[in-house]
Structure formats: structure tokens, C-alpha cells
């Protein structure tokens, strides 16, 4: 009774009421709200496939029978690996991969059909450059697979005692891969942070530049309820976005969703309240929306290149790796990729999420501190 | 007596940093005054008001308004005050119903009394018509309406009018000063700040601040009759002058 009269007396609900009401009508950015992590993630999305698919490979075929050639066409029609050249041998393979001319090999040794012949495990080997994670992660699993389905196809035709083939898929430079749902599941956290700073600064820009604010503050709405106010809408879009993007990530990209939803759901809250507290500061520093909206952008180059949604963050220079520390972001990839591709539960994740409510409470006080500053 | 003033203060004082921006200052505003706050721009009548609203925590000095202390009393004071702006404060992608509905529920009106404070506003105010319109549509005269009535939805017994006519018709001047005056005679206090001065002459009485400080109070014929001139324009031009050439000697 007494808070629900306290809630009343903050004048929390007009509030609120009047922001729903404003961003119902404002069609544009409701439309972009949902279009653009949409677009965003097909764009990043089908950018990476396209790169995964059609590496140059070259093929040192020493044992050139009919059954190596049989493999690597099983290979090429995975549709991941290009052929662009026959080299005579190792040297000239590894010489391939590291100018980069080619970014995968197939090697098929000499014994190879004679293996076969004998019902002998046939051994071949896969090489992928995997420095680049992204680029080669797809690149290996087609490999690994189209060796499972070679091998099936031989099985049949031969004894079923031995396996007939292993294909060994080797990636090179970066031996630790990352999965190849890798992309996916980090544009989550990036779509949130980049629509959710850029649009609670404005959203709060746009009172002072229009004057409101300086009318609300005459009000006795309190200035808590009037941050909350403008703030809590964008929950619900950060919600709406999410599940935008991992529906389409399991329909578009088949992404794996091993872990709980509720969990995500639950925890992904924490991120959004650091996110939001961000674009606060944002408005406490900007003058017009524009500039709210440069300073938005300005945070996002940062979380792309530091928080390892690109780079694996093992492979930056050690003060890349502490700034990375500071972006909240980096933890929630941690987090959303923990739950979805590996099942992380609770048990696991609750250290990132500890510390991304802390990027919360503390981003949250300053920023309304600086809020209370800049409307006096 | 000043228990029953709208606004009392004494030595009130402002300072940012080395600049002294209100200095001095003893206002006394009567309940039911029309009361003009003229001075150049930079002359401290912004920073007065948002001391007066419980914005700004004056630095020394003493200052009661509708019997509530700016400092202590801040919270309990924005209900009791209105306040507009030439800005309006208004929400253009809100219509004109749900930018004053929000702003009576703002100001802690609900249920049927909210509904029944809304009728007569939108009646008495002539925005019947626009009830739907969205308020970014409205032409300037309206849009100030709109704005006087959201900042009296409450009815306060105050109302602050920071150059509420700045950018408007002549029209619209005038059919907006009859309000204000309806208003005071109704009992509520108005405290108006304008460059304008055929509205300065419209108010009961005037005071002019000049650098912070308040350099003359009274009617206007008292401040015409106290400057030697024949009105109140020619007092506010003499002034600024004044403190023009003070600025330059500087």
C-alpha cells in the first residue's frame, strides 16, 4: 500500500503511459527498432557465410586414383572449398596457405588407394588456415562432415569392418577454433547495444533540445521516475529485438539454441540496464540529438573490435585484452554464447552476470547523477 | 503579511562560480498580482525564477513562496506552482488531449476528478475543437493556449510565465493577456517576465533587475513617475543602456 502509493506519488506511470504513447506513433523509429537488428544481422550474417564458403583450396593428390579424386570432389561440393590449384608438393602447399593465395589443402598420400584396396583405414588430411576464426570455422565442419559422408559412402561398398577413411581436419594458426555459431549469438549483444545507446540518449536529448524537460522539472514527477520513465519502454524493445534475432538466427542460420531461454532472457536484463545507463551518460554529455547520436556511434567501433565479437580476444595484445575488460559487452558474449551453444546454466554464467549487474548499478548511479546535474 | 504574500524574499543571493547572478534581492508578490519581472537578458530574472520554482538552492538569502521555503520545502512546492515557458514544454507527437491529460496526471490529478478538470479545460480554453489534433500541428497561438492550460491544469495557486509570448501574434498576445488576467482575477498569482512592453504595462506592478540586483519596484505609473519618463518602454531602454555602457566601461 505504502510503496504503490509512493509509485503514485513519483507520477511514475503518466510517465511511462506517455512514452508508449509517443513511441507507437512514431512509426519511423518503431519500424527501424525491429527492421534494422533484421537487416543487421542478414548483412553480418550472410557476409560471413559468403566468406566461409568458396575458400581457395589447393589439393596435393599424391595418390591421384580414382577414390582421391572421389574425396576431393566430395569436398569441393560442400560447397566451402574452391579449387584453384594442383601443387606438386608440401613445400609448395604451405607456401600456398601462407602467402594466402590458398586458405585450405586437401593432402591424399601416396598409400591411399592402396589402403582401401587392402580394407585398411585410409588416412587423408584437411588444412585450414583458421586464423581468421569466422572464415574457417564453417570450412572445418563441412570438412569433418563431407569425410563422415565419404567414409558412409565407402562403407557400403566395402567390408564394414574397419572404418574405410579418416579424414583429418587440421586447422592451422589458431588451433583453439571457435565454433561456428559463433557470429550469431554475439549479434545479440551487439544489436542491443547498438540501438539501445543511440536511443535512450536521444530519447532523452530529444525532451531537453524540445524543452519538455525543462517542464517535467517544474513538475513533481520525481527525477527518478522521470529516467525510469523513458527508460523502462526500452526494455521491451530490447526484448523484441533479441527474440527478432534469434529467431531469425534459428531460421536463417540454424543457430543452436542448447541452453535455457529463460535463463538468457532472465540474465540478458542486466546487460540491457548497463546498455541504457550508457546512453544516459550519452545525454548528459550531448546538446542535440546529433550529437547524441555521434557519441552513441563512437561506442560501438570499440565493442566490435575489443569485446571479441570479431577477434578472439586470447589473440589481442594485453592492453587490448584490459580495455576489453571495461566493455560490458564482453561479458555478455561470454554469456549468451556460454548458454546457447554450450548449455551453460547458472552454475557457469553467474560470474559474468555479477559483473555485468555491477556495470549496471554503477553506470546506472553515475549516470543519474549526471542527469540530476545537467537538467539544474 | 508576508505570511499571505505569494512570494517573499530577502536578500536572496546566486553565485556560479566567481559570477554573482542574483544579488540582493527583496521581491514581495501579493496573492492575485500580475506582477512583471523586466530586465535585460543576463540580468538574473531566469535564475530568479528557477530559485523561485525549487530548482536552484539560492546560495544566502531567504526565500517563501505560496508559504513554502524554496529550500526545505522544494518537492511540496511544484505542486503548488505552474510553470511555462516560451519553449511551451509541449509534446508535439501528443495530441492536445494527452499532452494535458499528462500533464494534470503529472501534476497528481486522476479517476473523475482528472476527467471533469479536462472537460472544462479543453471548454474554457476553446481546444474542444483540437482535442485531437496533435500538438506539433497547432500554430503558435494555440500551441501557447495548449501550454497555459497544461501548466494550470492543476491550478495552482502560482503561475510562472518565463516570456510565455515570445514569437507570438499580436492576436494571440492579446486574447492570451485576458487570460492571465481572468486567471489573477480568479486568485492565482502570476509572476511574468516579457521584453515587451505594452505587456509590462498590463501588469499591477513591475520590478526591474539589472546585473542581478533589483534596481526599481512598483506600478508602472510609480516607475514611470520615479524614472521621469512618460513609459515604462523608455524606462527599460534608459536602463539597458545603462548597462550596456557599464559593459563597455568594463
Known sequence: MRLSNAIRASRFWPMLSKEFIQMRRDRLTLGMMVVIPAVQLMLFGYAIRTEVRHLPAVVLDRSNSSESRALVSTLRNTGNFDVVEYVADRHALEDRIRRGSARAAFV??????????RGRTAQAQVIVDAADPLASSAAIAAA????QYRALQMVRASSPRVIPLDLRVRPWYNPSLRSSAYIVPGMVGILLMM??????????????????LEQLVVTPISRTSLMLGKLVPFVLVAYVQMTVVLLLGKLLFDIPIRGSLVLLYAVTLTYVIANLALGLLVSARARTQVQAMQLGMFFILPNILLSGFMFPRDAMPVVAQWIGLLIPLTYYLELVRGILLKANGIAYVWPDVLVLALFGVVLMTVATRQFSKTIE | MTVTAAIHTRALRKVFGALVAVDALDLDVARGEVFGLLGPNGSGKTTTIRMLCGLLAPTSGEAVVVGLDVRREAEALRSRIGYMSQRFGLYDDLTVYENLRFYATVYGLHGEERRARLESLLQDRGLAPRRDQLAGTLSGGWKQRLALACATAHEPPLLFLDEPTAGVDPASRRRFWELIHDLAHAGTTVLVTTHYMDEAERCDRLAFLSRGRLIAQGTPTEITTQFGKPSVEDVFIDLQLQDEGREVGT
Not at chain 1, 569433418?144 to 569425410?147: F, Y
Request: charged fraction near 30%; glycine fraction near 6%.
Open chain 1, 144 to 147: 569433418s562432415q563431407a569425410g
Open chain 1, 195 to 212: 540501438t539501445l545507446v543511440p536511443i535512450a540518449s536521444m530519447a532523452v536529448v530529444r525532451e531537453r533540445e524540445r524543452g519538455t
Open chain 1, 108 to 117: 591424399i598420400p601416396p598409400e591411399f588407394m592402396r589402403d582401401i584396396k
